[in-house]
């Protein structure tokens, strides 16, 4: 909880936009940091996309398949971001107090997830499946 508190004490002027295009870019980082320092979720998605990729590259994949790998990896990160975003707005608006529609927000921003994970393995399968079998 300690390293969640100085990472949103860090972003004391958050509500400013930022007019240098490096410092836009040193926020943009600073949230997929916070984003992988508290989401157990996305540390998990890091872990699979590195395999994916190791596999990827053992397999000798091709170029196209390649892509579609990476920009699969990309839709699932970039969703558990959002997802991430999206918790934190509705925690910041309900404080401690039970919301339904926060709930469903909630929710539904971890459905989005889930699709796109189990979209991601389906094209894994597409594109492992049959380089695996030519190895037997």
Do not use: W
Not at 58 to 81: D, F, G, N, P, R
Not at 126 to 136: E, M, V
Request: proline letters at 1%.
């Amino acid at each position: 909880m300690q390293k969640k508190n100085n990472l949103l004490e860090s972003r004391i002027e958050s509500y400013k936009t930022s007019k240098n295009f490096f410092i836009s870019f040193k926020y943009a980082l600073n949230g997929i940091y916070y984003v992988f320092k508290t989401s157990r979720n996305f540390k998990i998605q890091i872990v699979f996309a590195l395999i994916s990729l190791i596999i990827g590259s053992l397999l000798q994949i091709s170029k196209s398949s390649y892509l579609i790998l990476v920009a699969t990896i990309m839709s699932v990160l970039i969703l558990e971001t959002l997802n991430t975003s999206i918790e934190t707005i509705v925690d910041l608006v309900i404080k401690k107090e039970f919301s339904n529609l926060a709930k469903i927000a909630k929710d539904a921003s971890a459905g989005a997830v889930l699709l796109a994970s189990i979209n991601s393995v389906i094209i894994g399968v597409y594109i492992f499946i049959p380089k695996i079998k030519l190895l037997f």
